[in-house]
């Protein structure tokens, strides 16, 4: 091991975390509602399209609605032209 | 960062530090899949489970290749798994349910190990917990019901899961004058190639004319709890 963190479990045999282990982590939990036709944009710092963030919309209605990840923020679009899109985002380092 | 810690792993990429908060198993358990029209097996969400939580899942029996897309009730007390429109092979599906590490119940049992908490005192990482170790991850921007996303290749897929919540559903799309199609993002576990990836399938038929596709983003990853 050339360097880092090993972690085991109580067992002493099972490894809990590793050195070469990439771990997710949770930055942020955003709700609201985004127009029809409208986009929204959140401000997150640090944030930056470098591979290492992930976004995650869980709301039930979100047919119509993308995301994109910005420098700083990200935007929640809905091309629905009729109804608004209510947004659940979990962001998230990885 | 002015005091406390940060792990960083063999590439360089974060693992703890007091400002984020690792994913731990909050819930777990094997279900079967539905089809439309079939059976209908749903999963409570525990009552005391956090808003923001992430659902994922992998076929209990690692073999053959498998269309799985996630199904949340709109009350949010449950999820199903649902297989691809026409396929009615149920099969058994091994799902966790992962929160942050503040979020996981008291341990009243606690060993030995590492606890990282943050400025706030709320834990950020234990030990204890089983955590979301990451293989890979892509991202998408869906523009077709049919698109074919980035394909994972791990040397094994044994006890690898896929993040299931996120984008589901991507659309309608027209079959006839009277019918239609209702897309969604379906995770294909192939352990023939191991190779799991991205797809969007049918999942239902309508009787309803036209549609249009949605589209969406998805973040895509696949890891094991450990």
Redesign the interface.
Known sequence: M????R????NGT??????????????A?YTGTTAASATTTITVSGMSSD??W?????A?S????????GSGQFTHTN??TFHSAPY?I?V??? | MSYGIS?????G?????AT????AVYASGTMNSSYTGGTLTKTAIPASAP??Y?IFCKPNSESGTHRLTLA?W?DGSGFSFFNQQGNTTVISVDWVIAV?SRDMPTNSNP????EVYKLNQEQ?FS?NN??????Q?S?D?ITSASQSEATFTAGSLANVFS?M???T???RLPINSSFSALYSLFVEFDYSNNTIKSIGAPVAIQQLPGGSL????K?N?I?IF?
Do not use: H, P
């Open positions: 050339a360097y880092g963190l972690l085991w479990a109580a099972d490894i809990r975390l590793d050195t070469t282990d990439r771990e997710i982590r949770f930055v939990y591979g290492t992930g976004l995650n919309d869980t039930y979100n047919l119509y609605a993308s995301l994109a990840i091309s629905d659940s979990q998230f380092r990885i | 792990v960083q792993n063999t590439s990429f974060i693992q703890i530090d984020y908060d690792n994913v808003s923001d992430l949340t709109l942050r060993d030995f190990g590492l950020a030990s089983q955590n979301f170790r990451c293989l991850v991202f921007t993040l919540s996120g984008k559903l991507l659309g949605g589209g969406g983003f973040t990853l890891g450990r």
